[in-house]
């Protein structure tokens, strides 16, 4: 293989590779403002949940009581509610929790399980920025 043709699979790689870029970048785009418009039309019930999680411990709770604390909370200040399902899907996407079914007495429930920072996570953005500490001084 030549030169000019190396370089003429360089150049049709770097195209592939820009196409994939500006294909994922608008991916981004377009779930970023999704995701924003629907915070943005549901900015009351956000308020309120963010309130009753900072004066109410639902770790180890289930999902349907959480609920209904929530829903009396809304309905208490004529703030519609988000159905169950948005407000599980909110309260796992941006306060670190996950849902764990769980029998009691034979029965099922869905639980809201506090999800606890992985000490390993920390460790190794420890160890990357030591490594890199120890690099710009050699």
């Not at 970023?32 to 639902?58: G, H, P, Q, T, Y």
Request: aromatic content about 10%; glycine content about 0%; proline content about 2%.
């Amino acid at each position: 293989m030549d030169i000019n043709e190396y370089q003429e699979i360089e150049k049709k790689f770097e195209e592939m590779l820009n196409q994939k870029v500006a294909e994922l970048e608008k991916t981004y785009e377009n779930m970023l403002r999704k995701e924003l418009a629907a915070v943005a039309l549901n900015f009351d019930s956000v308020k309120v949940i963010s309130k009753m999680l900072l004066s109410m411990d639902i770790n180890n709770k289930p999902t349907n009581k959480v609920y209904e604390v929530y829903k009396s909370l809304c309905s208490n200040l004529n703030i519609p509610p988000i159905s169950n399902i948005e407000f599980s899907r909110f309260i796992v996407r941006w306060y670190n929790f996950v849902i764990v079914d769980k029998k009691i007495n034979g029965v099922k429930y869905r639980i809201f399980v506090k999800v606890a920072k992985a000490v390993q996570d920390e460790v190794k953005v420890q160890d990357e920025v030591q490594d890199a500490v120890q690099d710009e001084m050699q």
